[in-house]
């Protein structure tokens, strides 16, 4: 096979990966499940999946469809060919605005389709919680649906058409056809005549249909992905008179890649919904409680009510992103339901509202009923999509499962239904929890299991076959919108009985006689327990780290990513995570991939030192440690602390590369420089020895390198002239080793703004921020430098004489890596002190809310300003507090540009093999901002890697926020 595969490689225009580590980032996706596939394929045209699908058949091998990896059911797992179509089939073709109707290749993200849609008055309505990295393909493989599925229903309804390969490698077109033009397709012996004359033979037969009718799930259930979807194909007209024209997209819809492999989608679009949205957060006592309540909300139609437990709300509170969300959460509510309502104006929704809270306190139901608008919303939403990723983050193994989490009924038995299930789950001491889509009959439960242990192996596939059960007694869907896949797939016979799954896989057959789409999923299923991501009573070593990992060690972090996919983001969705991926869009280069990477070696490693893996080192290298995923991620993985704590423990076994020691000692060098101020900028700057120095060091020879002040700010400090006149106020400055040796002029600034304003500036002696050691990894030196900065700092930093800082990177560090690398015994010391550490715009923007500095300090002709946020000041702190004093100086104007991390992350944009990457960063969002701007318009960037990138992608100057205040003071 190893020869055929390489021939396959050098036959495609896209990329073929047979290795270890393309094979492991490929082995799992959102789910439960992991196997180990034969190779991965990024075709380019559709000429390469046609011959990847001759390979399988010729080679008794099958194709893996995939676009985003999200699904929850194993649904793209699988020991075949990985067919990622993510990267290249990402084009919108047309859009028809007379007809209604947009073709578009299976790569496109959904919420980039809206983008798209918004300008022409439509959207695609469906919207599931991953809306911003889901693709089409998938939305269509998986039949999925959202919190709006009360109005748009599911992905089936507004499938059009589809041109797909099938499985001979023949390419068909399906839509509607009337009954001449369907059975005019039946004619033939090829393989597409074959399948309509199939189906035709299978829905015509009388007893078929009456059990279809009598075993699927009821019809009032909208989300309803049991199998394929034969019990709506028979509702067409060649079947059931009065009926809708056949169309096989309904079946395609919900198929999960078994039958074809899709290349082109044509989808119904809608006109926008009403510009006014308002979202009624009901709070309940309990679970129960709030779905009786939805029953009433639904009698006012709303768009969509959404349920919250208690658990997800509980997980928000340790979450950065999501804590600034629960700002309507009035005190530990058991539930919250949201009722979305979409009107023409506020004043509409506030009646229904009304009416809403005054029929459920009617019924003595809910305490609290604030209705939110605007910029408000998206912040509930955003709560609320969170949910799945946020489970992720209980400590330990024991982990909120997906096993049962997509069950739907008729939404009137929902409580009944409910109620039922946590007496089965009692019986086993289990609790689980609930959230999502309560208006549309189908919550989202997932209980909590120990799949490391044999115990919760069994407990795993005891509960699914109990569900299953109780599901079938109400005459549900054991799948609502997460598809069968390898979790439900055994459970079909059960759920549509015997003779109809006997049909189902009659279709399967017909369909792709050599079992090459995506076998193993919905017929012919294996056991839902087995090719897991954890093997029953496996053993790990305990790990010695140099980082605290609170109430878990580096694998159950590194596990704690659950594959949901929310780092295949790109630019235009905002945020920073991840900005390697969205420059690439290469799997391997998302913050999945780097937890999946680590988990899989420590988990299977025959090393002692199981951190000893080029291939981690590999997946880890284009992580810029921007820290995004720290407060982006919902499961809280901290790619930038596992990757420090790997590269440690990787320079242990292999050595300290030069340039890497080079660069964490920047201190020593930036300070033998300022000995000779002069002489030291000439040879950065003269073009040909600044080019012997970077090929020495590993630097690119386009990028500038920097320069050192002419003196140092902690000279010029100890030698200026005390300010005179300055209040009982003060506070203490940590003179970070960028603002000393090559940001002078703004650590100057700074201070003397700071005087200005009427607050002594303290400087006491410290160590170097630690900075450049984290960033190479050496957290040994770090944990040095930690220590006595903690021990130095603590006794003079107080409440009242803060410790502030001009460069975010480092005076963050206390924030961060201070209190996760200090020792035992100055850990309590570390967070009592993290909390007296201040960027300076935190510090001038509390004084501004507390009244201490007024807009009448400053100058007010009109200013401009475009503000690029530092990455770690958006994970760690916020912009928020920059904008504000900006904003302060009255007929200043500032807009923050949406960009994400600006490409050059410390050294990471001067190594060599970096930088063009770096530059393509910047250039997503940023460079074009700052190329964009007015004359007049001033950028503000508090990084100093942010200006530095700045000034060599754009020749503009960037100014620290700082400076900006500084020359507005009157």
Not at 120 to 127: A, Y
Request: glycine fraction near 6%.
């Amino acid at each position: 096979m190893k020869e055929q595969l390489q021939q396959l490689a050098q036959s495609l225009d896209g990329e073929f990966y047979t290795d270890k580590t393309m094979r492991i980032l490929y082995a799992t996706d959102a789910s439960a499940y992991r196997e180990m596939p034969l190779a991965v394929a990024i075709p380019k045209t559709k000429e390469d999946i046609k011959k990847l699908i001759a390979f399988a058949r010729d080679n008794k091998t099958s194709l893996i469809p995939r676009t985003a990896g999200t699904s929850l059911a194993g649904q793209v797992v699988g020991n075949g060919i990985i067919v990622d179509v993510s990267k290249n089939f990402t084009k919108i073709l047309e859009l028809n605005p007379a007809e209604r109707w947009v073709r578009v290749q299976p790569g496109v993200i959904r919420d980039e389709l809206n983008m798209f849609l918004k300008p022409h008055g439509f959207l695609f309505g469906p919207e599931t919680s991953t809306a911003n990295r889901a693709m089409m393909g998938g939305m269509v493989g998986n039949n999925s649906c959202g919190s709006n599925s009360v109005v748009y229903r599911s992905t089936r309804e507004h499938l059009l058409e589809v041109k797909a390969f099938l499985s001979d490698g023949s390419e068909a077109e399906f839509k509607a056809l009337n009954i001449d033009e369907f059975h005019a397709k039946c004619e033939g012996e090829t393989l597409e005549a074959n399948i309509y004359k199939n189906i035709r033979s299978l829905l015509s037969n009388y007893e078929n249909q009456q059990e279809i009718r009598k075993e699927f799930p009821k019809k009032s259930i909208e989300r309803r992905n049991t199998g394929y979807a034969v019990d709506v194909l028979l509702d067409t007209a060649p079947f059931t008179a009065g009926e809708p024209d056949f169309n096989f997209c309904k079946l395609i819809a919900g198929s999960e890649g078994t039958l074809a492999f899709i290349t082109e989608i044509k989808l119904n679009v809608v006109p926008l919904p009403p510009k006014e949205t308002g979202l009624l957060c009901v709070h309940f006592n309990n679970v129960d409680e709030s779905l009786r309540a939805n029953l009433i909300a639904l009698q006012y139609h709303p768009t969509a009510s959404e349920l919250i437990d208690h658990f997800i709300l509980e997980c928000t509170k340790d979450n950065i992103e999501q804590r600034k969300n629960r700002f309507f959460v009035q005190g530990d509510p058991g539930a919250i339901l949201v009722i979305e309502f979409k009107k023409d104006t506020r004043a509409e929704i506030e009646v229904i509202a009304k009416q809403v809270e005054a029929g459920m306190r009617a019924a003595n139901l809910g305490y609290h009923f604030p209705l939110l608008f605007g910029e408000d919303t998206k912040k509930i939403w955003n709560l609320r999509k969170a949910g799945l990723g946020l489970l992720s983050n209980l400590p330990g193994d024991d982990k909120a499962v997906p096993v049962i989490e997509d069950t739907a009924v008729d939404v009137n038995d929902l409580p009944a239904f409910i109620e039922e299930f946590n007496v089965i789950l009692k019986k086993y001491d289990l609790y689980s929890v609930h959230y999502a889509h309560a208006g549309s009959g189908e919550i989202h439960l997932r209980p909590i299991i120990n799949l490391k242990t044999e115990e919760g192996n069994r407990l795993f596939r005891t509960i699914a076959e109990e569900i299953a059960t109780l599901v079938k007694k109400y005459q549900g869907s054991l799948s609502g919108e997460h598809g069968d896949g390898r979790l439900r797939g055994e459970f079909i016979k059960q759920m549509v009985g015997e003779k109809n799954y006997q049909l189902l896989r009659q279709i399967k057959q017909a369909w792709d006689p050599q079992n090459i789409f995506n076998p193993d999923k919905i017929v012919d299923t294996p056991s839902m327990n087995t090719m897991l991501r954890y093997t029953p009573g496996q053993q790990t070593p305990k790990f010695k780290t140099l980082f605290r990992f609170y109430n878990q060690d580096v694998l159950q972090h590194a596990e704690q990513c659950n594959g949901s996919g929310d780092c295949r983001k790109t630019h235009l969705s905002g945020g920073t995570m991840c900005p390697s991926f969205m420059a690439t869009r290469n799997e391997k280069d998302t913050t999945r991939a780097r937890a999946n990477i680590l988990r899989e070696f420590l988990t299977h490693s025959d090393k002692i030192n199981r951190f000893d893996h080029k291939e981690i080192y590999d997946v880890m290298d284009l992580c810029l440690s921007c820290k995004g995923c720290k407060s982006e991620c919902p499961s809280n993985v901290d790619v930038a602390k596992l990757k420090a704590e790997f590269m440690q423990h990787y320079y242990d076994a292999n050595g300290v590369p030069f340039r890497s020691r080079l660069i964490a000692n920047f201190t020593k060098s930036a300070k033998l420089g300022a000995l000779m101020p002069g002489l030291y900028n000439f040879a950065v700057k003269n073009k040909t020895i600044s080019h012997v120095i970077k090929k020495i060091s590993g630097f690119a020879v386009e990028r500038s390198l920097p320069t050192v002040y002419k003196t140092t700010l902690r000279s010029w400090y100890e030698k200026r002239q005390k300010a005179e006149g300055v209040g009982g106020k003060a506070v203490h400055f940590f003179c970070d080793e960028f603002t000393n040796y090559n940001d002078t002029e703004i650590g100057i600034k700074a201070i003397l703004l700071l005087e200005k304003l009427g607050y002594e500036v303290i400087m006491p002696a410290h160590e170097e921020s630690g900075r450049t050691w984290l960033s190479k990894g050496l957290i040994r030196d770090a944990k040095k430098i930690i220590n006595k900065n903690i021990a130095t700092l603590h006794p003079l930093i107080t409440e009242d004489k803060p410790l502030i800082g001009v460069e975010p990177s480092a005076i963050l560090t206390f924030r961060d890596e201070y209190v996760d690398l200090a020792d035992d015994d100055l850990f309590e010391i570390a967070k009592a002190l993290s909390k007296k550490v201040f960027t300076v715009e935190e510090f001038i923007a509390r004084e501004v809310d507390k009244g201490n500095i007024t807009a009448q300090q400053f100058k007010t002709e009109k200013r401009n300003i475009k503000l690029h946020g530092h990455c770690q000041q958006k994970a760690l702190s916020s912009v928020a507090p920059t904008e504000k004093i900006l904003s302060l100086p009255e007929n200043y104007s500032v807009t923050i540009i949406p960009s994400g991390c600006c490409g050059m992350a410390g050294s990471f944009g001067y190594e060599k093999e970096h930088y063009d990457l770096s530059m393509k960063i910047g250039d997503l969002v940023l460079f074009p901002a700052v190329r964009n701007k007015t004359e007049d318009t001033i950028i503000a960037a508090p990084g100093t890697s942010c200006r530095h990138q700045i000034k060599d992608g754009t020749k503009v100057i960037a100014k620290h926020p700082v400076e900006i205040l500084y020359e507005s003071l009157i």
